[in-house]
């Protein structure tokens, strides 16, 4: 089983940056793919960044492609996401999901793939 605990969420204004922190504890021996999910109210939860184990390879939402970056630290089993140029419409719930997997360069987008949720931060963008 592995934990994870997000942090960073927060009030900010339309143009504003925060970054979004997703510490994982328990089992990460494992090799384990990230991603970001966001929440809005009465929206599904839809794909926001992902990132391989190998922290090469990463993919994003069309609508947050140039705004957002995730990074990840292995040694601290923590992984990042880097929100700028906040919009109202970003305003959600931001969840942090992993996956144990095999492959290095892996990526993954749909919230199928992923076996661990955090409880989510909650980032509000006011016009």
């Known amino acids: 089983q592995v934990q994870l605990v997000e942090s960073g969420g927060g009030l900010v204004q339309a143009g504003g940056s925060l970054r979004l922190s997703c510490a994982a504890s328990?089992?990460?021996?494992?090799?384990?793919?990230m991603g970001w999910f966001r929440q809005a109210p009465g929206r599904e939860r839809e794909f926001v960044a992902a990132i391989s184990w190998s922290g090469v390879y990463t993919d994003y939402a069309d609508s947050v492609k140039g705004r957002f970056t995730i990074s990840r630290e292995n040694a601290k089993n923590t992984v990042y996401l880097q929100v700028n140029s906040l919009k109202p419409e970003d305003t959600a719930v931001y969840y942090c999901?992993?996956?144990?997997?095999?492959?290095?360069?892996?990526?993954?987008?749909?919230?199928?793939?992923?076996?661990?949720w955090g409880q989510g931060t909650q980032v509000t963008v006011s016009s």
């Open positions: 328990g089992r990460t021996n494992d090799n384990y793919a």
């Open positions: 999901a992993a996956r144990s997997t095999a492959y290095r360069s892996w990526i993954y987008i749909t919230r199928a793939d992923y076996q661990y």
